[in-house]
């Protein structure tokens, strides 16, 4: 090594495992060195490119306090294959598809409103009533329990680090959907709250009533006419 490190100093790429992220890249492979580092240890990060920077980093005791965090190594563990190349190419739109008569328009996107309530639908952060202790979601005024009421006793609630389970689905084959059908389902999460979402990174046949799901955050629309990407939380089968 030109620089005078050892083999075992350096970093796995996970080329073979992921591919080429992009710009991520760098930081995915820091958070893999992060899994095994110790406090005191050193990191030296560096990435090429349109230019070139590097981060050297050493690790602190709060280290320990992310250990029990997913990480790149969970996250690899439960990847799903998409099993051929044409659902690789639809989904990066290198290939034009035919939305079909049922396909639908996207329509613009607001930006102030998405602004304005960003922590909603990027966070995906409700409410909790105060007075009987009920998480909701969207985030509301009065409690949408019927036994309680409350009105503004409300605090912010984040259900995107909370697992669930399925309470009902439905795949849809009339619906336009990049990788048919269109799966959607209700979801009653641990401590309570339920909405609906996408299920994606499964199979319709492989779902159940009962089985338990996680947030995980993913592109939801195109509004290409502005250049725009949407993006929302979807429902993911538990696999590790």
């Given at each position: 090594?030109?620089?005078?490190?050892e083999?075992?100093?350096?970093?796995d790429?996970?080329?073979?495992?992921?591919?080429?992220?992009?710009?991520?890249?760098?930081l995915?492979m820091?958070?893999?060195?992060l899994?095994?580092a110790k406090?005191?240890?050193k990191?030296?990060v560096?990435?090429?490119?349109?230019?070139?920077?590097?981060l050297?980093?050493?690790?602190?005791k709060?280290?320990?306090?992310a250990?029990?965090?997913?990480?790149m190594k969970?996250?690899?563990?439960?990847?799903?294959?998409?099993?051929?190349?044409?659902?690789?190419?639809?989904?990066?739109?290198?290939?034009?598809?035919?939305?079909?008569?049922?396909g639908?328009?996207i329509?613009?996107?607001?930006?102030?409103?998405?602004?304005?309530?960003?922590?909603?639908v990027?966070?995906l952060?409700?409410?909790?009533?105060?007075?009987c202790?009920?998480?909701?979601?969207p985030?509301?005024?009065i409690c949408?329990?019927?036994?309680c009421?409350?009105?503004?006793?409300?605090?912010s609630y984040?259900?995107?680090?909370?697992?669930?389970?399925?309470?009902?689905?439905?795949?849809?084959v009339l619906?336009?959907s990049p990788?048919p059908?269109?799966?959607?389902?209700?979801?009653?999460?641990?401590g309570?709250?339920?909405?609906?979402?996408?299920?994606?990174?499964?199979?319709?046949?492989?779902?159940?009533?009962?089985m338990p799901v996680?947030?995980?955050?993913?592109?939801k629309?195109?509004?290409?006419?502005r250049?725009?990407?949407?993006?929302?939380?979807?429902?993911?089968?538990?696999?590790?």
């Amino acid at each position: 090594m030109r620089l005078g490190f050892e083999l075992g100093q350096i970093q796995d790429h996970m080329f073979t495992s992921i591919g080429h992220t992009g710009t991520a890249y760098p930081l995915m492979m820091l958070v893999a060195a992060l899994e095994d580092a110790k406090p005191g240890d050193k990191i030296l990060v560096a990435s090429y490119g349109n230019g070139s920077d590097a981060l050297f980093l050493q690790v602190t005791k709060e280290i320990e306090k992310a250990r029990d965090r997913r990480g790149m190594k969970k996250h690899v563990a439960s990847k799903k294959d998409l099993g051929s190349y044409e659902k690789y190419v639809t989904f990066r739109e290198i290939l034009d598809i035919d939305t079909g008569g049922r396909g639908e328009e996207i329509a613009g996107t607001q930006l102030s409103t998405l602004w304005r309530e960003r922590r909603m639908v990027l966070g995906l952060c409700g409410s909790k009533c105060r007075r009987c202790g009920t998480p909701q979601y969207p985030p509301q005024e009065i409690c949408a329990n019927p036994k309680c009421g409350a009105i503004n006793e409300m605090d912010s609630y984040r259900f995107s680090d909370r697992q669930g389970i399925l309470f009902t689905y439905t795949g849809d084959v009339l619906a336009f959907s990049p990788s048919p059908p269109a799966i959607y389902g209700t979801v009653n999460f641990d401590g309570g709250g339920r909405w609906m979402f996408d299920l994606n990174d499964c199979e319709l046949d492989a779902l159940q009533v009962g089985m338990p799901v996680e947030m995980s955050f993913r592109r939801k629309y195109h509004d290409a006419p502005r250049g725009i990407y949407g993006y929302f939380w979807k429902a993911t089968p538990i696999r590790v």
